[in-house]
């Protein structure tokens, strides 16, 4: 997007980082935005991976999806119930235990996983609770040549069916909600490790803790080159961090990011509302589309 454009509707569009991020002025988010005004957003959020909005107080839940929906139809999470009376908003509540602090993308364990995510959130920590976000193509670009003909020729195996806890202490609410609610039903889909972003043609890792293995290769020589990607995806240059603000809205490309909340608030309160737009399955350097995602261990309903 030019400067012309954007200051024809109004936009003042500021870059945080030389990589990723800028901060978007002078927009009051609705589902009332005019074509010009989300034409002009999505451009954004295509060239600077994720962009933050200040000052929606306004912005409800209802607004929230309607905003959501000008970017094509919402999709909820495959396991998690959407928040009540909504139809797909996902309610992150720390004080669950659900707090995302790995490196991911959302919901890459299914084969369309989401291209867009809108998040804002609803109850903020005194300190604490950022957010940060990854550049994958920036991450990419970056790798050496040897590297990158590896990673063009590579496919990885995605489950929702991971450590959640990892190195970190997380209270036994927490892990019982993730068993019992998050792998409810267990997924798998096999990715590209490098996808072609279906609007931009660039290329991007497909990477993050939802990653199970790469396939082809044992378990530790997978480790051992996730470890190499996923470092050159959160290398400080091609990463950015939002300390949140009531009001803040930010708006990133799923297909191009990875992203973490930052677990240093204990037990202070912390809910941030999710909003995903359905995606399509990734496509590799060779033209393979991702897929299809598999379905195991689905548990019966539970009759009332």
Not at 93 to 119: N, V
Not at 191 to 205: I, N, S
Not at 235 to 252: C, K, L
Request: avoid cysteine; charge should be negative.
């Amino acid at each position: 997007m030019s400067v012309s454009d954007s200051t024809t509707i109004g936009l003042d569009i500021k870059p945080i980082n030389g990589n990723i991020g800028a901060e978007v002025r002078g927009v009051r988010l609705s589902g009332d935005l005019t074509p010009a005004t989300v034409k002009a957003l999505h451009q954004a959020v295509l060239r600077h991976k994720v962009i933050f909005v200040r000052d929606q107080q306004h912005l409800d839940d209802a607004g929230q999806e309607a905003f959501g929906r000008l970017w094509g139809n919402l999709v909820g999470h495959p396991t998690v119930p959407s928040l009540a009376g909504t139809e797909a908003i996902f309610d992150v509540d720390g004080s669950r235990g659900e707090r995302a602090s790995s490196w991911h993308a959302d919901i890459t364990f299914t084969d369309a996983y989401p291209r867009i995510t809108i998040l804002r959130p609803h109850t903020l920590p005194e300190r604490g609770g950022d957010t940060l976000w990854g550049n994958t193509v920036a991450a990419y670009a970056e790798l050496p040549e040897p590297l990158k003909a590896l990673a063009d020729q590579t496919w990885a195996l995605h489950t929702n069916e991971y450590d959640y806890a990892g190195d970190r202490k997380v209270h036994e609410g927490g892990l019982r909600r993730f068993k019992e609610v998050f792998t409810s039903t267990v997924y798998e889909t096999e990715h590209p490790l490098v996808a072609v972003h279906a609007e931009t043609g660039e290329r991007t890792l497909i990477v993050g803790h939802f990653v199970k293995k790469l396939i082809g290769f044992g378990t530790s020589d997978s480790r051992r080159l996730l470890d190499i990607f996923n470092d050159h995806a959160t290398r400080p240059e091609n990463t950015v961090r939002w300390h949140w603000s009531p009001g803040d809205v930010a708006i990133w490309d799923n297909r191009a990011t990875i992203h973490r909340a930052v677990d240093d608030y204990d037990d202070l309160p912390r809910v941030v509302r999710r909003t995903t737009v359905a995606g399509e399955p990734p496509v590799s350097v060779d033209g393979r589309r991702s897929g299809p995602t598999r379905v195991l261990g689905a548990k019966p309903a539970v009759a009332a």
